[in-house]
């Protein structure tokens, strides 16, 4: 009897290269998406705030002087820069990639272990 060898083709790694690089891409952009929003938002947040407050709030409503108003309007600004800074700061630590996994399913993974 004569022994025959099929020698099957290795799997190759390239899907799961493949694979990983389109999770980070994916999450590349979303990154991107965020960090474009909350740049627009520091840009135009704090002056729009500034302006409405000075002339609307300030010297509409409550008749204050001109440089009363300038003083007052740019404290309202900067406590805009800093709602907006929380905001992003916020977002950032709750962010939530896909194809990245937590560290706690990671372990459970590794051990094998379930719920």
Do not use: C
Not at 83 to 91: Q, S
């Amino acid at each position: 009897m004569q022994r025959t060898s099929v020698i099957q083709p290795a799997p190759t790694i390239e899907p799961f290269i493949r694979q990983e690089d389109n999770g980070n891409e994916s999450a590349v952009w979303i990154v991107f998406r965020k960090m474009l929003f909350f740049t627009l938002l520091m840009t135009i947040a704090p002056l729009s705030s500034f302006f409405i407050a000075k002339d609307y709030v300030f010297q509409g409503i409550f008749h204050v002087s001109s440089g009363n108003s300038y003083t007052y309007s740019a404290i309202v600004a900067v406590i805009v820069v800093h709602i907006v800074l929380i905001a992003f700061l916020f977002v950032a630590f709750r962010e939530d990639i896909p194809g990245k996994k937590k560290s706690t399913d990671a372990a459970k993974e590794s051990t094998g272990k379930k719920d």
